[in-house]
Structures are given as C-alpha cells and as structure tokens.
C-alpha cells in the first residue's frame, strides 16, 4: 500500500506541475489576433512578398515534390490536380477536384472497398497541411482569403491573411513576418488545432528551383524543425 501511495503522489506532483506548465505557458505566449487593415497598403505588401519569392514562375511550375519529416511523400501535379500521396505501405493518387475519383492502393493492391475512403480522408488532411507548409506565401492571394496590413511594435509593416474558406480548418490566421525586400522570414499562428494563438515558426532555409522560383526546405516550430525533405519544383 506504500509504494501504491507514493505512486499515486508522484503521479498527481507530475499532473500537476504539466497543468501549472501549461496554464503558465497559456498566459505567457498566448496573444489575440492582432488588428489589421484592409486596402491598397495591404494588397501593396502581399505583392511585394509575391515578387519576393518569384510567385509567377511559381504559377508556371506544374510538378513539386517533397516530404513531410520524411513520414509523408507527396508528387503534386499542379497542371492535372493531382497527387500523388504516400506514407507506410498506404498510396492515394488523389483527384485534388474531386475526391471519390481518388485511387488507393495498398502494398500496391488497388482498393475497391473500405478503407479505401478511409485513406483519401487521410491523404486529403495531409497534403491540405503539409502542401501548405511548403507553399504557403503562394496562397495568400486564393479565393476566400482576406488580407490586412499589421504595423508591428518595431514599426515595420506585417502582412495579416486570414482564410475563411477552403481547406481543412477554414478560419485560421496567419501573420507574416517579412524582411525589407519583403522576403518572408516567419509567421505567426491563429490556428483551430492550437490552442494558443500567436506562436511562431520560421520559414528559412529556402531554395531556388529548377523554374527559379523559392521553396522552404525546413522550419522550427517551437522545440521542433519541420523537415520537408528534397524539394523539387520543375515542369
């Protein structure tokens, strides 16, 4: 019975020290979405972050290939609205226009029944997260997505974009750090599947593809670098 009490103790002290942790890291880091304003200046700024990183040599580059902390695998035919999406023995060659004409495969046997829908669910929520890490900047112009202008505490102007459509988790923000060439360096997070808003992660490392434009080869979100692997960009 003793050593089930100081179990029991040790198990409530660790219980406890993480819920005053993460109360304490709540407050700390925790920041509303900051107040921006729509206009000329704003969409002045988004283009100057699209020239920055070559957005209309992006536009004309059909294939991009990448991974996702080498977990997820991904060659992604802009032109077709393809993807093809794999990750242990699991292959979806999503129809990015629509869905049920995806195919699946496993250990390379297609998939007529369940978990055939299973899968593209799956593949449908990785590549909305993991093509958006790696090509991001690149979609601040789509459909359904509003864009503010943030003058930050050192003065210097930050792009707000907010999507309200789309996607896996319509509603989220993101505030973009820009250098003065207005190269994007970071950006912080308003996001549904984080409960606290505003932590940042850096978009560095970036590399010049074969149709020039600039792709990310990792980030450092926190305690953690996101790997997108070999990157590849050409037509």
Same mark, same amino acid.
Not at 25 to 45: D, F, I, M, S
Not at 156 to 165: C, F, G, Q, S
Not at 214 to 228: A, C, E, G, Q, R
């Given at each position: ?94 129809? $990015? *226009?629509?869905? &049920?004409?995806? @195919?699946? %495969?496993?250990?390379? #046997? +297609? ?66 750090? $820009? *250098?003065?060439? &207005?190269?994007? @360096?970071? %950006?912080?997070?308003? #996001? +549904? ?43």
């Amino acid at each position: 019975m003793n050593i089930l009490r100081k179990i029991l103790k040790l198990f409530i002290g660790i219980l406890l020290f993480l819920i005053i942790i993460s109360v304490a890291v709540y407050y700390v880091y925790n920041k509303p979405v900051p107040v921006g304003k729509q206009g000329p200046e704003a969409e002045a700024l988004a283009q100057k972050m699209l020239k920055a990183i070559n957005y209309s040599n992006y536009t004309k580059t059909r294939y991009l290939e990448w991974s996702f902390n080498n977990v997820h695998h991904y060659k992604w035919d802009k032109q077709e609205h393809q993807a093809d999406v794999k990750w242990d023995d699991n292959q979806v060659k999503l129809n $990015l *226009k629509n869905y &049920g004409k995806s @195919e699946v %495969f496993i250990d390379g #046997v +297609k998939m007529h029944t369940e978990p055939r829908q299973e899968l593209i669910d799956k593949a449908v929520k990785y590549f909305n997260n993991d093509s958006f890490w790696l090509v991001a900047p690149f979609k601040i112009m789509d459909k359904g997505v509003e864009r503010k202008l943030v003058t930050l505490e050192n003065g210097k102007p930050a792009l707000l974009v907010t999507y309200t459509e789309g996607g896996t988790t319509p509603g989220d923000s993101y505030l973009w750090i $820009l *250098k003065d060439n &207005g190269f994007p @360096e970071s %950006f912080k997070m308003w #996001v +549904k599947i984080i409960p606290i808003g505003g932590l940042q992660a850096s978009w560095d490392d970036w590399k010049v593809m074969e149709t020039t434009t600039y792709l990310p080869s990792k980030h450092k979100f926190l305690f953690f670098t996101i790997d997108m692997g070999d990157i590849k960009a050409y037509n």
